[in-house]
């Protein structure tokens, strides 16, 4: 076993303004589970851990034991009731799996993956990867909630990873990454050009903003007597919520489609002449 001479539960200073992404546990059943994830997490630099309704309760006795010298992140584990809470802060969100899924959404191996979160954290977006339960892993309302799916490249006749495993792997590359580097141009205004899409006096919005549009624009729609029949609806509102994440919305983005529901659902009034 390789040692390092950080204390483990300390995060690895990263660059300012530049948080490495959280590691998000959903339905997590075993505490000893989430005891090594939280150690695979502290191995390579990530502290950030986020538990969405685990089974047993928590605080786990089993999983702070499993955790050994990582104990400290997993004391500092974040508990959430929902999925969408344990989001609410982030702006990039990545779903790990290893079954096909009917949904579109840009697909990346681990390594990939790293480095566009990487890329991202580094612009000052807060990220997050997410992991299902040791039984079924993620479900597909969960799935629908991200930007992006994570498959490692694994023997087809023996796909399966246990949650400690897929944690050590995505944690592993995130390490392996480093840092982006500039596409060479730097102007003292501007800073070093890089790849991906400007957006000045804005920036990618967070989940918060996005939940409280989906649930804008859905009423709406159902008002308007759009998501019909009944039995269709949640597939019908799954494919609209994946359409805005393929967007990729700025806080700007929001605020305008917010306005443009709003134009369209207010009701208009009748002037006399």
Sequence with gaps: MMETNDPVGKPTKERAGAAPPSIVLVKPQLGENIGFAARA??????????????????????ALAAAAVAEPIASAAT?????????????????????PREMIKPV????????????RTQSGERCAVMFGGERNGLDNDSIALA???????????????SLPQAVLLFSYEWMKSGNPEALGRAT?????????LATPGTGPASRASLFGLFEHMEGALDDAGFLR????????????????????CTEQDVRTWRG??????????SSKG
């Design 41 to 62: 997490m502290g191995n390579f630099g990530l502290h950030d851990l986020r538990l969405v309704a685990p089974r047993d309760g928590w605080p786990n006795e089993k």
């Design 108 to 119: 990346f191996s681990p390594e990939t993956a790293s480095t566009t979160l990487r890329r």
């Design 79 to 99: 508990v959430f009731e929902t999925l969408e809470e344990a989001l609410a802060d982030c702006n990039y969100v990545a779903a790990t799996t290893a079954r």
């Design 229 to 248: 029949p009944p039995e269709k609806r949640p597939t019908m509102v799954r494919s609209i919520r994946n359409m805005f994440h393929r967007m990729e």
């Design 188 to 196: 003292t205004f501007d800073g070093p050009a890089r790849e991906g």
């Design 260 to 269: 443009i529901i709003s134009a369209f659902t207010r009701r208009p009034t």
């Design 147 to 161: 930007d992006a799916i994570i498959t490692a490249p694994v023997d087809p006749n023996f796909a399966s990873l």
